[in-house]
């Protein structure tokens, strides 16, 4: 983030990250000393990882159970079952679900909040600020 910010120093481009937390405050503080919402937004996940706040986010885990129950072997599955199963597959999973949110596919599926606070950071002009 140093380089980036050198490179970038008065250029108006912004930098979001989005990190998992895995248990690790320190390389959270250190992570979070270059979150300015000015050119750098760094988010971290509350749990261990991403796929329990995407599952536990508004509707997302009937949404989710619905379109990829009989895909994903996800029909008889509570949240927990669903995020863990989800979390053993994580790349052919996550490529599926980006795809078809992509697409527009997922209707009323929502961003965790970190993962929209870096979204609207990143939309937002460079004057403006979270």
């Known amino acids: 983030m ?4 050198k490179v970038n120093e008065g250029s108006g481009n912004k930098l979001g ?12 503080k250190q992570h979070d000393k270059y979150n300015d919402d000015k050119e750098i937004c760094v988010r971290t996940t ?3 990882t991403l796929e329990p706040e995407i599952v536990n986010t508004g509707d997302n ?4 159970k619905n379109k990829y129950g009989d895909v994903f072997g996800w029909n008889d599955m509570t949240a927990v079952q669903l995020t863990e199963a989800w979390k053993n597959a994580k790349a052919t999973d996550m490529f599926t679900i980006c795809k078809d949110l ?6 009323g ?7 929209q606070d870096v979204i609207d950071f990143l939309s937002q002009e460079s004057e403006e600020v979270l």
Do not use: C, T, V
Not at 2 to 5: G, H, S
Not at 102 to 107: D, R, Y
């Open 2 to 5: 140093n380089i980036w910010k």
């Open 17 to 28: 990250i989005i990190r998992d937390y895995d248990n690790q405050p320190n390389a959270k």
């Open 46 to 48: 509350e749990y261990y």
């Open 61 to 64: 885990y009937k949404i989710l």
């Open 102 to 107: 992509a697409s527009g596919e997922l209707e």
């Open 109 to 115: 599926f929502q961003m965790p909040k970190h993962i």
